[in-house]
């Protein structure tokens, strides 16, 4: 049961800057953190919960930004009054966060050990070899493997998992009253994700915390939420109890978002696809990737990412390879597309050995295989219009560029823009947006093939099922054939006619969709279903809306 309370959010408001979308990022909001108590702030990006966030420790974007009305009393302070000085005695001392991409948030030229260092010299000095086993017990407190070398690491030299465990030992180190996780897990896959998760239950309970849990991931809310506070547009349009607002929400907004979530199971089977041509066909591939050693960073060892790889897709079909990260799953999509050279094996696109073409051939035969990427703001070069950046494909094969622009208008149509977006550039644009432009640009070349890479895991529900939904539209209209890579076993049990399970470079389960789901044979993949964030809240609902099922 929750405790007393620690930090209150009063009528706050924030306001934007003049050119802005809105003029208030954050508009009379009141919320109340508890001790011992984990309260979910759920919405869609721009709803303002991280804006909000980011208020209680002064840490807004820029100078433009600013607080313009209410209170954040922390032990009867309000933070708002507080002077710089104050609140930098606060952060990391009191009041600690835990922000969505460690990678970012992490100095990437000191070694992980020494970030934690800094964060106690800064606030409660003491003796270098206390100092140092003070950080080790946290590394291991975190159930980081080996904290000494985890301690003399860089964190380009973990995985993602393992840097935000590291962002979580630097954040408890000095035993705040508050600890702010800000999408702590949105990039992980299922099972790291359920371990960070469990960490971070782990820690607040010992530790009796309260924690402020920012996430567009119900699974993950109905996992660990004590409360929920719904956001819209800035504002706060419902809060009560985890149960009240996952099983009875009064709110529409609140019904609109559950409605997106994916459910488990599978959707219905679309077509019988074995009486059809094979449009991508994979046997034997291998993929080993070199490490340059320690003179360039690497540890030496070489990483084999896809062995003895075999599977088919046929015409119009959507398969999917679901995995942990580092499971190869983006490796083989990149041999497929010949971004990445296989070692061995071979690979057929329709009736032509794509595997084996010379650079030449390849240059021409490229464009029946194109590639959706997760992050379309890193793939979209940022100095060109959206119009150019989807017609460059086709003038690069020969098309006229009055005609290339006119396709890309019709493209851009297509996945739901308007025309005018042509003379924009990507960072006008929402997530959401770019992952359509990203879209229109891979059809410019009208491909056979299309390779979806975890292509809405960095979007909210809503914006996630509408960008399926037109994926679904785009690939039946044009009878596209999608190979799609994800780790959202939600999303693959949505759109997926067959699944193949990947683990350690290696297909360990392949089968249609529904049958892989109702019974996975491999430990693996029932490892990978266990570690579904909210798996028993998923199957509830589909028990509710299914009651003969």
């Not at 897990?185 to 998760?197: E, F, G, H, P």
């Given at each position: 049961?929750s405790?007393e309370?620690?930090?209150a959010?009063?009528?706050?408001t924030?306001d934007?800057?003049?050119?802005?979308?809105?003029?208030?990022?954050?508009e009379?909001?009141?919320?109340?953190?508890?001790q011992?108590?984990?309260l979910?702030?759920?919405?869609?990006?721009?709803?303002?919960?991280?804006?909000?966030?980011?208020?209680?420790?002064?840490?807004f974007?820029?100078?433009?930004?600013?607080?313009?009305?209410?209170r954040i009393?922390y032990s009867?302070e309000?933070l708002?009054?507080?002077?710089?000085?104050?609140?930098?005695?606060?952060?990391?001392?009191r009041?600690?966060?835990?922000?969505?991409?460690?990678?970012?948030?992490?100095?990437?030229?000191?070694?992980?050990?020494?970030q934690?260092?800094?964060?106690?010299?800064?606030?409660?000095?003491?003796?270098?070899?206390?100092?140092?086993?003070?950080v080790?017990?946290?590394l291991?407190?975190v159930?980081l493997?080996?904290p000494q070398?985890?301690?003399?690491?860089?964190?380009?030299?973990?995985?993602?998992?393992?840097?935000q465990?590291?962002?979580?030992?630097?954040?408890l180190?000095?035993?705040?009253?508050?600890?702010?996780?800000d999408?702590?897990?949105t990039?992980?896959?299922?099972?790291?994700?359920?371990?960070?998760?469990?960490?971070?239950?782990?820690?607040q309970?010992l530790?009796?915390?309260?924690v402020?849990f920012?996430?567009?991931d119900f699974?993950?809310?109905a996992?660990?939420?004590?409360?929920?506070v719904?956001?819209?547009?800035?504002r706060?349009?419902?809060?009560?109890?985890r149960t009240?607002?996952?099983?009875?929400?009064?709110?529409?907004y609140t019904?609109?978002?559950?409605a997106?979530?994916?459910?488990?199971?599978p959707a219905?089977?679309r077509?019988?696809?074995h009486?059809r041509?094979?449009?991508?066909?994979?046997?034997?591939l291998?993929?080993?990737?070199?490490?340059?050693?320690?003179?360039?960073?690497g540890?030496?060892k070489?990483?084999?990412?896809?062995?003895?790889v075999?599977f088919?897709?046929?015409?119009?079909e959507?398969?999917?390879?679901?995995?942990e990260?580092?499971?190869g799953?983006?490796?083989?999509?990149?041999?497929?597309?010949?971004?990445?050279?296989?070692?061995?094996?071979?690979i057929r696109?329709g009736?032509?050995?794509?595997?084996?073409?010379s650079?030449?051939?390849l240059?021409?035969?490229?464009?029946?295989?194109?590639?959706?990427?997760?992050?379309p703001?890193?793939?979209l070069?940022?100095r060109?219009?959206?119009?150019k950046?989807?017609?460059?494909?086709?003038?690069?094969?020969?098309?006229?560029?009055?005609?290339a622009?006119?396709r890309?208008?019709q493209?851009l149509?297509?996945?739901?823009?308007?025309?005018?977006?042509a003379?924009r550039y990507?960072?006008?644009?929402?997530g959401?947006?770019r992952q359509?432009i990203?879209?229109a640009?891979?059809?410019?070349?009208?491909?056979?093939?299309?390779i979806?890479?975890?292509?809405?895991?960095a979007?909210d529900?809503?914006?996630?099922a509408?960008?399926?939904r037109l994926?679904?539209?785009i690939?039946d209209?044009?009878h596209l054939t999608?190979l799609?890579?994800?780790?959202?076993?939600?999303?693959a049990?949505?759109?997926c006619?067959?699944?193949?399970?990947?683990?350690?470079?290696e297909?360990v389960?392949?089968g249609?969709?529904?049958e892989?789901?109702a019974?996975p044979?491999?430990?693996?993949?029932?490892?990978?279903?266990?570690?579904?964030?909210?798996?028993?809240?998923?199957?509830?609902?589909?028990a509710?809306?299914?009651?003969?099922?």
């Amino acid at each position: 049961m929750s405790g007393e309370r620690v930090l209150a959010i009063e009528h706050l408001t924030v306001d934007l800057p003049p050119w802005a979308e809105r003029p208030r990022a954050v508009e009379d909001v009141s919320i109340e953190l508890r001790q011992d108590e984990i309260l979910c702030v759920v919405g869609e990006s721009g709803s303002g919960k991280s804006m909000m966030a980011r208020a209680i420790l002064g840490l807004f974007p820029s100078r433009h930004v600013r607080a313009s009305g209410g209170r954040i009393l922390y032990s009867g302070e309000d933070l708002l009054e507080a002077t710089p000085a104050r609140l930098r005695e606060l952060r990391g001392s009191r009041i600690a966060m835990i922000f969505q991409e460690p990678m970012t948030a992490l100095n990437p030229v000191l070694t992980i050990g020494r970030q934690v260092e800094e964060l106690i010299e800064i606030h409660r000095p003491m003796a270098r070899g206390a100092r140092r086993r003070r950080v080790l017990d946290m590394l291991a407190a975190v159930h980081l493997p080996e904290p000494q070398r985890m301690f003399d690491s860089y964190p380009h030299q973990v995985s993602g998992g393992q840097r935000q465990r590291a962002m979580i030992a630097m954040a408890l180190t000095l035993e705040p009253d508050v600890l702010i996780a800000d999408e702590p897990t949105t990039a992980l896959d299922v099972t790291t994700q359920a371990q960070i998760l469990a960490l971070l239950r782990e820690m607040q309970s010992l530790r009796r915390m309260a924690v402020l849990f920012i996430t567009h991931d119900f699974g993950v809310v109905a996992e660990i939420a004590n409360r929920i506070v719904v956001m819209q547009g800035g504002r706060v349009v419902e809060q009560g109890d985890r149960t009240t607002i996952l099983d009875a929400p009064r709110d529409d907004y609140t019904r609109t978002l559950l409605a997106a979530v994916p459910s488990l199971v599978p959707a219905a089977a679309r077509t019988d696809f074995h009486d059809r041509p094979v449009a991508v066909s994979v046997a034997g591939l291998d993929k080993t990737y070199r490490s340059g050693g320690l003179l360039f960073g690497g540890d030496g060892k070489d990483q084999r990412a896809a062995k003895n790889v075999a599977f088919e897709i046929r015409r119009g079909e959507t398969m999917g390879i679901v995995g942990e990260s580092g499971s190869g799953k983006s490796t083989v999509a990149r041999c497929i597309a010949r971004l990445v050279e296989p070692d061995a094996g071979e690979i057929r696109i329709g009736e032509i050995d794509f595997g084996r073409l010379s650079r030449r051939a390849l240059r021409e035969a490229r464009k029946r295989v194109q590639i959706v990427f997760q992050d379309p703001f890193a793939s979209l070069d940022p100095r060109r219009t959206v119009g150019k950046l989807v017609a460059e494909g086709p003038i690069v094969h020969g098309m006229a560029a009055s005609s290339a622009w006119q396709r890309a208008l019709q493209l851009l149509e297509l996945v739901g823009l308007d025309a005018r977006a042509a003379d924009r550039y990507p960072h006008e644009f929402s997530g959401g947006q770019r992952q359509r432009i990203g879209l229109a640009r891979a059809l410019a070349l009208d491909p056979e093939v299309l390779i979806a890479d975890e292509p809405v895991s960095a979007l909210d529900v809503s914006v996630q099922a509408q960008v399926l939904r037109l994926l679904g539209d785009i690939r039946d209209r044009l009878h596209l054939t999608v190979l799609f890579i994800t780790h959202d076993l939600r999303v693959a049990a949505q759109v997926c006619d067959s699944v193949a399970v990947m683990f350690r470079g290696e297909i360990v389960e392949y089968g249609r969709t529904a049958e892989l789901f109702a019974a996975p044979r491999h430990a693996y993949t029932r490892e990978l279903f266990a570690a579904v964030p909210g798996r028993a809240w998923s199957e509830r609902r589909a028990a509710a809306r299914n009651p003969s099922a």
